[in-house]
């Protein structure tokens, strides 16, 4: 079946990945920037043009759409996500489709000392005689969440065109802000209505994730005292030099995203701006249990008294806010997704691996908030950087996958 399914998957990522669609934490708007509206309409769009029933863009920025089951059974939910990071260029995206891998190392038109190399990347070795999508070398290629937004697209077309594939109500969700934390709306559960759903904003084939992190977002704001330098002498409090000393003092050798694997968690700092007379500094904090999360919110307010009481005519403030949980906290409740999902994949000859996420997805949330949503592969790889890419043929496999679990959920019981 999965040739049947590469062109127009190629065609799908190739089409939606060139169109700028970040999102932007700074901003209060949902969807957090304007540029989203280009997917989400255009997605809306085709949604009605496949033939898809109730079709909506939402006033939180979600298209939602139904495919009328073709007999009774579960309504099933599938999300995927139109923003693209805003950690690393994502405008002018160029998607460029290298036919038939050979295997060798993959360079980058517009960053000829840029390489993909199968020596430090062993999944591409697996992907020889596939076709890769990649961007030219300047931007992310937006396969996250694009791939998954390809994969439902393909697979919604499918089933609407071939009625006789058997499968209940199917629920569409594309969603904005997910990189951000925002892409849950807490309108959403009620009006997607689905009994349970699937986010396909995975990596490697046979992915099939019911465990993710949890998640508080962090803002440090320090004041200093502000005066002409030449003046300072003794009155003088650099917000720069505070600002730095929050940030050694923190675990450096520990406790960061590149000295930590498996399920340790970490305190990340994001971004840092400002002057000597007030800074700000963004971080996230993940781990896989609350205690822990807690205690890395804990650490980071610890350091800022510490770096206040250092210098007390200084003012630090500390902000934690929540952004998800562990989706395990609640799908170990009810495994019967995760199991569905499972018994799809190895159908298809595909071992299914659940690992913990080191991120998040909106099934997190959706999960948290009353709609069991493991999250499923797509194929993307090295997300968020230039050297994301993504094989078209473990795409196809991904969208099998979501047909083959909404056939799944209506067979009869054994």
Known sequence: ???????????????????????????????????????????EAELVEIGAHNVELTDYGVVLATIPGTVSGPTIGFLAHVDTAPQYNATRVKPRVIRGYNGGEITYPDAPNL???????????????????????????????KAGVAIIMTAARHMLTNPDVPH????????????IGR??????????????????????????????????????????????????????????????????????????????????????????????????IKFILRDFERDGLAQKGQLLEKVCAAVQASEPRCKITCTIKPQYRNMRYWLENDMAPVHLACDAALAQGINPVSVPIRGGTDGSRLTELGVPTPNLFTGMQNIHGPLEWISVQDMAKATELCISISRFAVRPQQ
């Open 1 to 43: 079946m999965s040739a049947t399914f590469d062109q127009e998957l190629e065609d799908r990522l190739v089409r939606y990945t060139a169109i700028d669609s970040q999102s932007n934490e700074d901003s209060t708007t949902s969807p957090s920037t304007t540029i989203q509206f280009d997917m989400l309409r255009l997605l």
């Open 115 to 145: 390489i993909l190399s199968p020596d430090e990347f062993p999944y591409l070795a697996e992907k020889v005689g596939q076709d890769i999508v990649t961007a030219s070398g300047t931007t992310l290629l937006g396969a996250d969440d």
């Open 168 to 179: 209940g109500p199917i629920r569409i969700a594309f969603t904005p802000d997910e990189e």
């Open 183 to 280: 892409g849950v709306c807490t309108e959403l559960p009620k009006d997607f209505a689905a009994d349970f759903a699937y986010t396909f904003d995975g990596q490697a084939i046979g992915e099939i994730e019911y465990e993710s992190f949890s998640a508080d977002a962090a803002i440090v704001i320090i004041k200093g005292v502000s005066i002409h330098p030449g003046l300072a002498t003794g009155k003088m409090v650099s917000a720069i030099q505070l600002a730095s000393k929050v940030i050694t003092t923190l675990p450096q050798a520990t406790m960061t995203p590149d000295t930590t694997a498996d399920r340790d968690g970490f305190i990340h700092s994001t971004e840092m701006c400002g002057d000597a007379a007030e800074m700000k």
